[in-house]
T-cell receptor
């Protein structure tokens, strides 16, 4: 089974609507990253969450980390066509953070389409 | 500041050949990681280099190898290509391999194996 599950797999919303994407881990999270990807292109960094209960916002996108549930949610308010793309969450499972090797485990992604 | 660059952007090879992909990290970044992205498996970690040393390796066969140069630029090599190696190969760089530091990704190299 997948260590990091994203839901939903795809989402189609009308422009102006709010939406939420979830990322649930089967293991203890020590860091959670959100990226956006346009089809076939590289990943654009959105936010990094490290502490339980942490919440960050950038423009109309807010991400939260629920330590108890080992889950993060990404919320987009008043969606726009520019928000369309694939949203990926990446987990850092290293308990000894700081120095050391870097390896992120990614979810399969959520494909978001915004209809004008 | 220039972002992560990868060359070439597109590549077509045939089975049995080998290929070398290049990644130039953001200036000042010393950690470079490589990922393979396919529709079926998603984004999977290949390996990570820091200060010219491989620090971590994902679950890929030995046909996949890499190296890092003193200027932090990195290359990955895939020998004896198989059809299943067709994928988008992404590299990411960070200042140091620390969880407090963000990884920034390049645009990727699209490899097609015929």
């Amino acid at each position: 089974s997948q260590e990091l599950e994203q839901s939903p797999q795809s989402l189609i919303v009308q422009e102006g609507k709010n939406l939420t994407i979830n990322c649930t881990s089967s293991k203890t999270l020590y860091g959670l990253y959100w990226y956006k990807q346009k089809y076939g292109e590289g990943l654009i960094f959105l936010m990094m969450l490290q502490k339980g209960g942490e919440e960050k916002s950038h423009e109309k996108i807010t991400a939260k980390l629920d330590e108890k549930k080992q889950q993060s949610s990404l919320h987009i308010t008043a969606s726009q066509p520019s928000h369309a793309g694939i949203y990926l969450c990446g987990a850092d499972y290293r308990p000894n953070r700081g120095a050391g090797s870097y390896q992120l485990t990614f979810g399969k992604g959520t494909k978001l389409s915004v209809i004008p | 500041k220039a972002g992560v660059t990868q060359t070439p952007r597109y590549l077509i090879k045939t089975r049995g050949q080998q290929v070398t992909l290049s990644c130039s990290p953001i200036s000042g970044h010393r950690s470079v990681s490589w990922y393979q992205q396919t529709p079926g498996q998603g984004l999977q970690f290949l390996f990570e280099y820091f200060s010219e040393t491989q620090r971590n390796k994902g679950n890929f066969p030995g046909r996949f190898s890499g190296r890092q140069f003193s200027n932090s630029r990195s290359e990955m090599n895939v020998s004896t290509l198989e059809l299943g190696d067709s994928a988008l190969y992404l590299c990411a760089s960070s200042l140091v391999p620390a969880s407090t530091d963000t990884q920034y990704f390049g645009p990727g190299t699209r490899l097609t194996v015929l």
